[in-house]
């Protein structure tokens, strides 16, 4: 047997085509491209594309795809129904690994959830591949409304994934400018290799469970506060210190506590994470667009990142992906309690990436234990015991 | 790094005090305790706790647990108008990870999914647990009725686990042999160290996700056909031969073409599975209380044993548990499709139990990856692509 190493840390758990890390450089690359060069000049229709298909597409290729995710985004009327009998003060995460969850049950495929082997029917996975990834906007965008007592506005087929986004969350066409930067946030966030909820969808996806059930495992992972729930955390970490007066005080108690300050550093980034060297001057750029009319949120955030940049860069510790992301969304007037359904959102195209991975050459998880506990010993009838 | 083994084959995950196999000596234990003495003397209840918190609950901490469990069977109204919202087609399995993960939207706790560490909180902790282990049973059970137009039938406190779950199916009270075979089922399904659904709850609960979410995904992973599915399979080859005189054929041409036989053999077992053991005693004795009248399928599965043996004995290959269990609650008048559901009621007393050790000494899992993909290269223009 190996060596034990705590949370797998280290163990290669899968073979992967589809992003690379080196965490010296602060490089991440999805099929070799960096995702600088992916923020800049693709969309989250093509980078989702090519997370699942290994290469960029051609102009038609996309345009197929890119009609499939827009025909696939109305839900059934009962899933509506559904939505309307959860708590209306449940968790958006809760709520979206509910929904989706039960979308196998709505579209179950040619033969329901058993009596054959997915493997064997690419296009059972190609079409549950877009129907999910395609109504996860919807899912969550719905929600905002329904827990609020109102319909949910029906999606438009006329708007790329991202402004059709925010169109369903707010009833209204965006401005172009804040489209682009959820497109952004949508193609960084897309992917990053083996983290804790990809790997969940490893191990579901590894006993040939449905796709619905996979995806449902992997939300249910990222919903927790040490994996995608950090970006909530920072919104409400922001909105405890108050205003940039109070960010180093706050700074330094928490420094000289040893305590967490959300959204900062990563354990597999040695420099600054790419991505939030890009959400960082997409901050900047949104603050110059408001033309210094940001909140005070925005204005603790630049204030805190200042002050960490000063105490913690040295240390190879910056602000990463969750920071920015939550300031941003923010900004843009989104509930902090959504940021990890944002989140979501746009990981599921790698989840579904990797997922159809361990299809192509699954084996089904089944790791060992250093067993610590009691050696066999004699069952104890109730009336013997003290 | 060290090296890659495919489905972290004999790589310890975790360590664990909760069971513990010797495959080579056909061992199975709980917390020291072997399966056949858990299968004699223990009820459900009690191996629950046992698993829970490592000893035997004396007749007061028995007695409480056990009462708790009760005062937990009902489910919120709104849980009922959720599960009628859902197809009646869908699988029972994707029913249960839906309205599991709806579960911490109805029960969320004194602050909601996010605003505290759930490891500082075992109050909660122990509260979730008996309510998620309680209410397994009534979702199952309610799912039965709604899916076939009829309202749930509601539970009672006067009754075990194992009849209240029969009652709670069939609007009956179960004979007293009935709730003996589901209780020595349930005890049995209820823990096999780190398999890939148990593993699933490691993997989202070490990112310190609320409860819910943890055991809906593992729930998710269940699904699979190469894990808990496997029981209505054997039914639905049992079903697919037909008769007893068509299963030496039947056999010999699986085994000509090298195709798979639903329900023998085991990874983990050299020998005959423990549990198997124990479960082909009770078909023995289900076939004597009912003097031979048993089903045609009861009957194809006597001779398929019998051939399997005569065939695959020698090789270490028998019957195991998916095989004998999915005899039973056939013969029992349960569904096939909801025998992955009985699992998953068992097991979530183990996937809990699992869950809260996670806690206890929690490192978030990200493995790591043989990346195999390409080497960084430049985005291509879409006008530019072949």
Same mark, same amino acid.
């Given at each position: 047997?190996?060596?034990?190493?705590?949370?797998?840390?280290?163990?290669? #758990?899968?073979?992967?085509?589809?992003s690379?890390?080196?965490?010296?450089?602060?490089?991440?690359?999805?099929?070799?491209?960096?995702?600088?060069?992916?923020?800049?000049?693709?969309?989250?229709?093509?980078?989702?594309?090519?997370?699942?298909?290994?290469?960029?597409?051609?102009?038609r290729?996309?345009?197929?795809?890119?009609?499939?995710?827009?025909?696939?985004?109305r839900?059934?009327?009962?899933?509506?129904e559904?939505?309307?009998?959860?708590? &209306?003060?449940?968790?958006?995460?809760?709520?979206?690994?509910?929904?989706?969850?039960?979308?196998?049950?709505?579209?179950? @495929?040619?033969?329901?959830?058993?009596?054959?082997?997915?493997?064997?029917?690419?296009?059972?996975?190609?079409?549950?591949?877009?129907?999910?990834?395609?109504?996860?906007?919807?899912?969550?965008?719905?929600?905002?409304?329904?827990?609020? @007592?109102?319909?949910?506005?029906p999606?438009?087929?006329?708007?790329?994934?991202?402004?059709?986004?925010?169109?369903?969350?707010?009833?209204?066409? &965006?401005?172009?400018?804040?489209?682009?930067?959820?497109?952004?946030?949508?193609?960084?966030? #897309?992917?990053?290799?083996?983290?804790?909820?990809?790997?969940?969808?490893?191990?579901?996806?590894s006993?040939? #469970?449905?796709?619905n @059930? /996979?995806?449902?495992?992997?939300?249910?992972?990222?919903?927790?506060?040490?994996?995608?729930?950090a970006?909530?955390?920072?919104?409400?970490?922001?909105?405890?210190?108050?205003?940039?007066?109070?960010?180093? &005080?706050?700074?330094?108690k928490?420094?000289?506590?040893? #305590?967490?300050?959300?959204?900062?550093?990563?354990?597999?980034?040695?420099?600054?994470?790419?991505?939030?060297?890009?959400?960082?001057?997409?901050?900047?750029k949104?603050?110059?667009?408001?033309g210094?009319?940001?909140?005070?949120?925005?204005?603790?955030?630049l204030?805190?990142?200042?002050?960490?940049?000063?105490?913690?860069?040295?240390?190879? /510790?910056?602000?990463?992906?969750?920071?920015?992301?939550? /300031?941003?969304?923010?900004?843009?007037?989104?509930?902090?309690?959504?940021?990890?359904?944002?989140?979501?959102?746009?990981?599921?195209? @790698?989840?579904?990436a990797?997922?159809?991975?361990?299809?192509?050459?699954?084996?089904?998880?089944?790791?060992?234990q250093?067993?610590?506990?009691?050696?066999?010993?004699?069952y /104890?009838?109730?009336?013997?015991?003290g």
């Amino acid at each position: 047997m190996s060596e034990y190493l705590p949370g797998l840390e280290g163990v290669p #758990a899968t073979k992967s085509n589809i992003s690379h890390i080196d965490g010296e450089r602060g490089v991440l690359a999805y099929r070799g491209y960096p995702i600088e060069s992916l923020a800049e000049h693709s969309t989250f229709e093509e980078t989702s594309l090519l997370l699942l298909d290994g290469r960029l597409p051609t102009a038609r290729e996309l345009a197929e795809f890119d009609e499939q995710l827009r025909g696939n985004r109305r839900v059934k009327y009962n899933i509506r129904e559904m939505m309307k009998s959860l708590p &209306p003060t449940g968790h958006p995460m809760e709520m979206l690994q509910t929904a989706v969850a039960s979308l196998g049950m709505f579209y179950p @495929g040619p033969e329901g959830l058993t009596g054959r082997d997915i493997r064997e029917d690419l296009d059972y996975v190609h079409s549950m591949t877009v129907k999910i990834l395609a109504r996860m906007a919807t899912l969550v965008a719905m929600w905002e409304h329904i827990r609020n @007592g109102y319909d949910p506005v029906p999606p438009r087929t006329d708007l790329t994934y991202a402004e059709n986004f925010l169109y369903m969350l707010s009833g209204k066409e &965006p401005e172009a400018f804040y489209a682009d930067i959820m497109d952004t946030c949508l193609v960084l966030h #897309a992917e990053h290799t083996i983290n804790a909820s990809t790997f969940a969808a490893l191990v579901a996806g590894s006993t040939l #469970a449905a796709p619905n @059930g /996979v995806i449902a495992a992997a939300i249910g992972t990222l919903s927790g506060p040490l994996h995608g729930g950090a970006n909530q955390r920072v919104v409400e970490m922001l909105e405890d210190i108050g205003s940039p007066d109070n960010a180093r &005080p706050w700074v330094e108690k928490q420094l000289a506590a040893k #305590a967490k300050i959300w959204g900062m550093g990563h354990r597999e980034y040695k420099v600054k994470d790419p991505r939030a060297v890009i959400l960082e001057k997409l901050v900047e750029k949104l603050a110059a667009y408001k033309g210094g009319q940001v909140s005070p949120l925005f204005e603790t955030a630049l204030a805190v990142e200042e002050i960490c940049r000063e105490r913690l860069a040295h240390k190879g /510790v910056y602000p990463n992906v969750d920071f920015y992301s939550g /300031v941003l969304y923010a900004e843009m007037g989104i509930p902090a309690d959504q940021f990890t359904s944002i989140f979501a959102i746009s990981r599921c195209a @790698g989840w579904l990436a990797h997922w159809r991975e361990q299809l192509a050459d699954n084996r089904i998880f089944r790791p060992t234990q250093v067993y610590t506990g009691e050696g066999i010993r004699d069952y /104890v009838p109730l009336r013997d015991r003290g």
